[in-house]
């Protein structure tokens, strides 16, 4: 028996197959959809996820740099701290009022007297041994002598010792 597709009362499976096969196809879209969504689903999971990952190595790797440089700055202390004296000692060498600077311009001053006396003897200056001075304390200046010395030899070029 021959089946005409056109013809209204010839196939009536044909009509019956067709809504079968379109059912199925819908069903089909609905679960393929569904595939879909859930996929989609775990992918932005899956990127939430991961973006968790990403802050939380971020807030590692911070954790870590502020750590590294907390213990370099604690070996640097002791060369901060020595440079914090050297910067402190060359304050009062050169900043006007600073300890340094007065006994700079006291030298200075006692080498311009002995200038001035040397010229008005004709360069020659008496010469006289100093007198003897208690030796220096074990943790002092070495220089303190020899500034007392010299104080001592100008006051006598002077005019005597007191």
């Known amino acids: 028996m021959k089946y005409d597709v056109n013809d209204p009362g010839g196939c009536k499976f044909c009509h019956i197959a067709s809504a079968i096969g379109g059912i199925i196809g819908g069903i089909g879209s609905i679960i393929g959809g569904s595939m879909a969504s859930d996929a989609a689903s775990d992918a932005s999971g899956a990127q939430v996820e991961a973006a968790r990952l990403a802050v939380e190595l971020g807030r590692e790797g911070l954790d870590f740099q502020k750590e590294t440089f907390d213990v370099s700055r604690a070996d640097l ?3 901060r701290a020595s440079g914090g004296a050297a910067l402190g000692t060359l304050n009062d060498l050169f900043i006007p009022g600073g ?3 007065v006994q700079m311009h006291s030298r ?3 080498l311009r007297a002995r200038r001035a006396m040397l010229a008005r003897t004709g360069g020659q200056a008496p010469v006289q041994a100093p007198a003897q001075s208690a030796p220096p304390s074990p943790g002092g200046d070495p220089n ?3 500034v007392r010395a010299d104080n001592l030899l100008l006051l006598q070029s002077e005019g005597g010792a007191r």
């Open 77 to 79: 202390d002791p060369y």
């Open 144 to 146: 303190v002598a020899r």
């Open 99 to 101: 300890q340094g600077v």
């Open 108 to 110: 200075l001053n006692e």
